[in-house]
């Protein structure tokens, strides 16, 4: 190698290191730059790498994850998997990229506790998840890490299956960290306005169509559901995608007095261009507090951030610390980041994390001059690197419960928003202290 190549080479592994920081041993060559946003390096010199520490990544599959142990992941030895309902690896016609999101998640998991033991955890439907739960409340894991969402129908309390084995899972010490949500901007709240008496919603004064861009072929999730009980429901709605011509493209009518408050919207947009939500009121009062999200969707016209998270489970739950999302370089709020209230008025999230990391599943660009070139992003990205930092912590401090890990984290975060904590950052952005 020339001089000259040398330098040139000196200069490129400074900038690595800028970036993302000097590797652990035993790490790959591709570690998140969260590890030194939140100063996770410093533990690592310090000798804290979560050994013996087990974490499990629950996800809805793992594909590509074999050929990054040892590597990206932790050796063979130190990873078990466990599928429920569906192979490991995600469906066999799951698009590539979300086929990967649960490997992206556990190289973070990874990145920030290379010494931690993983399990990967793969579920399915609603019986998949209470048996995975049931599953991972039996194995004694310490940490879980959830960088997903189940959009629950129903707003009352205590109507998930899931909730209570997240109340036992943390009562036995268990601590549940999961992701917020990226609804921040693909949500509207509030109570039903008629003023002109024709049936059909006002989203705003005058305006009784909630606009939003698609591409063809986009996936159309959308839910509806408001405030009566779970079962009957008085009041009956009926849910439209229009396009801009205000032909329907996709509708929902259940009968809500046996299905319960709650309209549901799937399919594809069936090319590029303006398309508008409509809810019209079929029956009932009109008093009701509608609640309305796209899941991972566009933009809304009139998006309404308070109280995006409430379709999360597991986010959702007190026994659960929720992540919302901040760049890694700016440290500034992504704008997709779902925030609270939840339905029943607790506070989430609890924590905020860096998003928009490189990863050797998503890739991006390690380079601190790109942050816009994203590899992992959004709240999915957010929740591992609070994983991972409560695996150092439960290694520093194995006495520590549930509780205390979590309390530790809020106590060491640095405050954002307003004073103490709140529904957009919750207790700050997360960083840890010097090591013990």
Partial sequence: MTGKNAAQAALVCVALVLSIGVLAPGQGGIVSQGVVAIGA?????????GAGVRVAVWDFGFHGYE??????????DRVIVKAFGLPITGLPDEDPEDARHGTAVAEIVYDLAPGATLYLVATDTETDIVDALEWMLAESIDLVVASIS???WCLDTGSSPFEPILAR?????????????????????????DRDGDGLHEFAPGDERLAV?????????VILRWDDPCRPSPND???????RRGRVVVESDYDNALDGPYEDLYGEAPGDGTYSLQIEKYGGSSDVFLDLVWANGPEFEHAVREGSVSFSEPAIYPSVLTVGSVNWKTLALESTSAGGPTPNGWVKPDLVAPTCVITASYGGHPSEYEEYACGFEGTSAAAPHVAGA??????AFPDFSADEIQSYLEAHAVDLGVPGKDNVYGAGRIRLPEPP
């Avoid at 050929?67 to 990206?72: I, V």
């Avoid at 709605?237 to 396009?243: H, P, Q, S, T, V």
């Avoid at 409560?390 to 290694?395: E, I, K, R, W």
């Fill in 67 to 76: 050929e990054l142990l040892g590597t990206e992941l932790p050796p063979r």
């Fill in 213 to 221: 861009e698609l591409l063809e072929g986009e996936t159309i999730d």
């Fill in 390 to 395: 409560a695996a150092l912590v439960a290694q």
């Fill in 41 to 49: 390096d410093a533990w690592h010199r310090a000798g804290y790498d």
């Fill in 237 to 243: 709605y009926i849910l439209r995608l229009l396009d």
């Fill in 150 to 152: 189940v959009e629950g």
């Fill in 169 to 193: 899972m943390r009562a036995a010490g268990i601590l549940v960290v999961a992701s917020s949500g990226n609804e921040g901007l693909s949500h509207w709240r509030g109570a039903f306005a």
